[in-house]
DNA sequence: TCCTCTGTTAACCGCTGCGGTCAATACAAA
DNA sequence: TTTGTATTGACCGCAGCGGTTAACAGAGGA
């Protein structure tokens, strides 16, 4: 790619990055046209073909950035650090919402471009992530305290079903397009207080109305 | 439509249908290409276009299939009667799930067609969806006893809570692509299972190891 | 004033793939 | 052999693709 990009105005190469990550994320590799995400950053095609010398270069890159930025962001914020698993969840969360406040088809870019098929990009898309995942691969759910929680509650479960419901929510709402991050916030929130009133174990003789 | 469409043996007509719900599935309506569609029910193009005379009639066609199938299925087995909560949510997973298993594309296609944007089939979409729609206008919810629950516990939370988890399994499975209906049953039950464990009411007393 | 360098674009090119048509097949029944 | 029907390959005009290129705009220096 052309160096000369990172001379931009960082507005302006948000806006091609975010631009890239809305395309990709609503179509395919083959059928995301470089002329729509040109026109969407607000350039025109020939000049998004001399910062990318072509469409595989483009995606690419993207991919690498998303993950990127959210390997940096996630350490930034001690998210790989946090002790108590529902704090943990909480701030992982927020970041990625705050990320997503910034760069609004960041997530649905990511799984996409996981799930890609095309042999043009396939083998480098995984390529990259591993590179990024081998960083952090967390076995730090395993080291959770039963104490902590309701009495013969299945710890697997209860982690797999509040992660689904995650997913469930986050893509309900990219499915309807009109993005609150600060509303997904409160509701995320709300779930994550849920969670901790069920979840956890009670103290003896608390507060039952 | 060609009503010598219905003359064909019933398992050509659901190649067809299917072909279609897995074209649509995976592209907005625009991108999603006749010859494809007509490549995987294993007929030719020509074909197709002598079943249905253009693109627009087959999309709603299938939109209305998909919708009727699902009234019908969901009448048959009785899944707008159920008097618990957990019953009539096992229920209507399991009619969805086995629905999947002759029409493994028909819940994405769903989805799809209900947030597609193109303005040559926006407006009917809806129009159909509307027909469907009030036969079911589900105000059921709102009939729980929460003596059954735990004390205390906000029911539109968990329901609302539960339907995320589900959506979002869904939702995951759909991307990696390769479906198997059996364990998704299993898994959803594990998953009521642990609903029904953690929020309905203790009997006093009962099992705690 | 002219020149140069950089960022930017409109116009273009060859090609692919689209929605849709149609004349020609294969083939069963009469 | 004829007739009617299910089915297709080849085709058409066109839109849109990835990528190129020659030209333009404008700031700064001589």
Redesign the interface.
Known sequence: MNPKFYNLPIEKQQAVINAGFHVFS???YK?SPMSEIAETAGISKSLLFHYFTNKKELYLFLWDTSARITVEEMEKNGCYEQADLFDSMEKGMQVKLELMRKYPDIGMFS?RAF?EKDPEVRDEVHKIMNHYLQIHAAAKLAALDPDDF?????LD??YR?M???????L??KM???NIDVTEMEQDFR??ID?WKA??MRKPKGAD??
Request: proline residues 3%.
């Open positions: 609503q179509n395919s059928k799984i799930y309701l009495p013969g509650i299945d479960l209860m079903e992660y689904l419901a995650s997913e469930g929510y893509w309900e499915q309807s397009g709300k779930l849920f069920i979840y039952e109305k």
